[in-house]
């Protein structure tokens, strides 16, 4: 059956109904993810305000939250480490005021961050990529191996981390390279050229060291950049295919991992007799023992050497243990504002170069605390990745808060030019060729 086409209905007014008829016009009902959308925007009007009485709430956020998470952080390494340090014949303190002096560095250096021009960060962006490399290759010579992972080096008895500060080096150097690139992105040799195989030699060199958590958020950070950079959707299926069957290959040819895989997955130990998921079971009883408002503050039970690395990737359920239901939201929440904060700087970046960085830094700490919080809940497979801000590790927690200085200079930007706080160093942008040889000509005519 074939209908015949009916002619478009002419344009009404809005507001105003047919002559002679009393009927207002129907409007058809919004979606509800519009409506959400709606709504989320009115929030943020009526909280940040618009044009120039913009009251810099986006910045002031991220700050807060930050800085909440670094202090909840430093406690809680404090109360997780105490007793193993006690029993090692060690100052119940040292962890946690080492943490404390990462954290001030951290904090000066984040500052220091946030009030530079962002563009001027391109400049480091060759530089520190290729540092980043070296340092990863030395690992391999040089390093010291701790719990079956190479990947710390140790100067002059601070031990350093490459793998973190490689993951702000290649968010920089991969938002430099696509916003170079530009509209050539549309075309797939464009999208993997340089970026791909510059990530892959990161993750190469961090698989080296048998250290798969950190391979994989670096996969993260990889995936985040082309995403904000508008890479095609369908490189996307390809690659996760890829990773997936990576994934696989390194997990069957390794009997820890997939110890660690089926345990996990059937709750029983392997066929040598090691529980693999001893770790996450413990976890999982001082989440459980916390109930509502916890044990009280420095009195979990699990931290008596019942879960290894209390104080570094399970420190989120001595959390639980110790502060409860109420201190785990505590945290979720956070990191909840902190997410939505960022995304909101995010959303308003138009030049590409600020929206990859961005984009990729939300990514890297967002995705990292989940995975972290999902090891810990049993969700995943245990997999030493720290939880952003709060574990115990002064490298994480320095390149943490240098990605959130990024961010935050990018925010101040959106801030009322009263109340927007001074730049350190400006970044003068050099005129175009062809604007300079019109002047030169100009010039000669006259």
Same mark, same amino acid.
């Given at each position: 059956?074939? @209908?015949?086409?009916?002619?478009?209905?002419?344009?009404?007014?809005a507001?105003?109904?047919?002559p002679? $008829? #009393?009927?207002?016009? &129907?409007?058809?009902?919004?979606?509800a993810?519009?409506?959400?959308?709606?709504?989320?925007?009115?929030?943020? #009007?009526?909280?940040? /305000?618009?044009?120039?009485?913009?009251?810099? @709430?986006?910045?002031?956020?991220?700050?807060?939250?930050?800085?909440?998470l670094?202090?909840?952080?430093i406690?809680?390494?404090?109360s997780?480490?105490?007793?193993?340090s006690?029993?090692?014949g060690?100052?119940?303190?040292?962890?946690?005021?080492?943490?404390?002096?990462?954290?001030?560095?951290?904090?000066?250096?984040?500052?220091?961050? @946030?009030?530079?021009?962002?563009?001027?960060?391109k400049? *480091?962006?060759?530089?520190?990529?290729?540092a980043?490399?070296?340092?990863?290759?030395?690992?391999?010579l040089?390093?010291?191996?701790?719990?079956?992972?190479?990947?710390?080096?140790d100067l002059?008895?601070?031990?350093?981390?490459? $793998?973190? %500060? $490689?993951? *702000?080096?290649?968010?920089?150097?991969?938002?430099?390279?696509?916003?170079r690139?530009?509209?050539?992105?549309?075309?797939?040799?464009?999208?993997a050229?340089? %970026?791909?195989?510059m990530?892959i030699?990161?993750?190469?060199? &961090?698989?080296?060291?048998?250290?798969? /958590?950190?391979a994989?958020?670096?996969?993260?950070?990889?995936?985040?950049?082309?995403?904000?950079?508008g890479?095609? *959707? !369908?490189l996307?299926?390809?690659a996760?295919?890829?990773?997936? %069957?990576?994934?696989? &290959?390194?997990?069957?040819?390794?009997?820890?991992?997939?110890?660690?895989?089926t345990?996990?997955?059937?709750?029983q130990?392997?066929?040598?007799?090691?529980?693999?998921?001893?770790?996450?079971?413990?976890?999982?009883?001082g989440?459980? #023992?916390?109930?509502?408002?916890?044990?009280?503050? +420095?009195?979990?039970?699990?931290?008596? $050497?019942?879960?290894?690395?209390?104080?570094?990737?399970?420190?989120?359920?001595?959390i639980?243990?110790?502060?409860?239901?109420?201190?785990?939201?505590?945290?979720?929440?956070?990191?909840?504002i902190?997410?939505?904060a960022?995304?909101r &700087?995010?959303v308003?970046?138009?030049?590409?170069?600020?929206?990859?960085?961005?984009?990729?830094?939300?990514?890297?700490l967002?995705?990292?605390?989940?995975?972290?919080? @999902?090891?810990?809940?049993?969700?995943?497979?245990?997999? +030493?990745?720290?939880?952003?801000?709060?574990? !115990?590790?002064?490298?994480?927690l320095?390149? #943490?808060l240098?990605?959130?200085?990024v961010?935050?200079?990018?925010?101040?930007?959106?801030?009322?030019?009263?109340?927007?706080?001074?730049?350190?160093?400006?970044?003068?942008a050099?005129p175009?060729?062809?604007?300079?040889?019109?002047?030169?000509?100009?010039?000669?005519?006259?």
């Open positions: 059956m074939v @209908s015949t086409p009916t002619r478009p209905p002419a344009r009404k007014q507001g105003k109904p047919r002679g $008829s #009393s009927a207002s016009p &129907v409007r058809p009902p919004a979606a993810g519009t409506r959400l959308r709606a709504a989320y925007r009115k929030f943020w #009007s009526a909280l940040e /305000g618009t044009g120039t009485s913009r009251n810099g @709430s986006t910045y002031y956020l991220i700050l807060g939250s930050t800085l909440a670094t202090a909840i952080g406690m809680m390494v404090l997780a480490s105490s007793v193993e006690i029993a090692a060690k100052s119940p303190y040292g962890d946690a005021l080492k943490q404390g002096m990462f954290a001030a560095i951290g904090i000066f250096t984040m500052f220091v961050l @946030s009030r530079i021009n962002v563009v001027w960060l400049r *480091l962006a060759w530089p520190a990529i290729i980043a490399v070296v340092l990863l290759g030395l690992v391999q040089v390093g010291a191996e701790v719990n079956g992972n190479k990947n710390w080096i002059g008895g601070i031990t350093f981390q490459p $793998s973190e %500060a $490689s993951k *702000l080096a290649l968010a920089l150097w991969m938002a430099t390279v696509l916003a690139k530009g509209k050539l992105l549309s075309r797939w040799q464009h999208v050229v340089p %970026a791909v195989p990530a030699i990161i993750v190469g060199l &961090v698989l080296v060291g048998n250290d798969l /958590g950190t994989m958020i670096i996969m993260m950070v990889t995936a985040a950049a082309l995403f904000f950079a890479a095609p *959707l !369908y996307f299926g390809i996760g295919l890829a990773a997936a %069957a990576g994934t696989a &290959v390194m997990a069957v040819t390794s009997s820890n991992r997939m110890c660690r895989i345990s996990w997955w059937t709750g130990s392997c066929a040598d007799g090691i529980d693999a998921n001893y770790q996450a079971t413990n976890g999982l009883y989440l459980a #023992s916390g109930g509502w408002f916890g044990v009280g503050l +420095g009195q979990s039970r699990q931290k008596y $050497s019942w879960i290894p690395e209390a104080h570094n990737d399970f420190i989120f359920a001595i639980g243990e110790e502060l409860g239901l109420v201190g785990t939201v505590v945290v979720l929440i956070l990191f909840a902190l997410g939505a960022i995304y &700087v995010v308003a970046q138009e030049d590409m170069f600020h929206r990859v960085l961005a984009g990729t830094i939300m990514v890297w967002l995705g990292q605390a989940t995975v972290n919080m @999902s090891v810990v809940t049993g969700l995943m497979p245990v997999i +030493g990745v720290p939880l952003p801000f709060i574990s !115990y590790g002064g490298s994480a320095l390149m #943490s240098c990605a959130i200085g961010v935050l200079s990018l925010a101040r930007e959106q801030m009322a030019p009263a109340i927007r706080p001074k730049r350190m160093l400006k970044f003068k050099k175009a060729r062809k604007n300079a040889d019109r002047k030169k000509t100009a010039r000669k005519r006259t």
